[in-house]
């Protein structure tokens, strides 16, 4: 099955950036979408800013998320304003990503990750300089071929000592922000892991890994998310009944959607949900 790979690419950006908005102040503008409103748009990269307000797909559709990327672009003093081209670019770089066949990340071995690896790199010079390649992927391109070395490494030393020796060796390498980079992707990692864990077990150990604090705001969005799939599945049960009504030509079975929507969802979960719908009602591969 085709699979966009993002989650790999973007472990030190959007990754990280998930990490820090645990602890991120509260800023609202009419440029983010619901989820955003309690973070402050990443500018500390083209990259960053690219990859943030594209976050937000799934909740507003491409076209309102290139123009809110647009409205904050104009609004920018002019030394700051980012090359909309390149974002235009971008785009086109991330929905070229589902052509790229992959199984799970957690099962790549070295020679899937190599080939990988050199198609990614192809297709960022199909749509960037060398010079944009390496302003907007260093970094990710940089951890993968970490990923790689690490793999080698498994394959090289079978005592676990050895290996880890020389593992630790190769992150000494890193540069400072590489390697931050790289323990908050191993904490997301862990923190993942925690899912399949019940819920005291759950919370015990994200406790440990990122405090009290944190561990209660994960566990508040754990059931934010909770109630309102709840919600969807009920919605899109009633939503299907009513499609199915052959008493109600298409225009009433429109009517009486939009009226169970509003009845079901806040405002703001509103515009979330027509957009999953629109992704529902998409042409599949």
Known sequence: MKKTVLSLLCIVGVACAVYFNLESPTKITEVQVHSQQDTDIDKDSARDTFDYFLAGLGEEDLDTLEANFLRFNHNQANAYQLDENLFKRFVEYRAALVDLEMG?????????LQRLDEKLLALQLKYFSSVEQQSLFANENTMRQLALKQLMLK???SDEETYQQAWQQELDLLSPDLQQGYRN???LIKIH?????????RYLQ??????????????????????FQLKLDNYLALRAEISADHNLDVD????????????????????RVRALESMDNSPKS
């Open 185 to 187: 992707a191993s904490m």
């Open 193 to 201: 892991d925690t899912e399949a864990l019940d819920d005291q077990n």
């Open 252 to 271: 009433a079975q429109l009517t009486a959607i939009d009226e169970l929507r509003h009845q079901t969802f806040s405002a703001d979960q509103q515009r």
């Open 155 to 157: 394959e090289e030393f």
């Open 104 to 112: 799970s990340i957690q099962n790549l071995d070295l020679a899937s």
């Open 206 to 227: 994200q406790q440990a890994l990122v405090g009290t604090e944190a561990a209660n705001r994960l566990e508040q969005l754990r059931t934010d998310r909770k109630a």
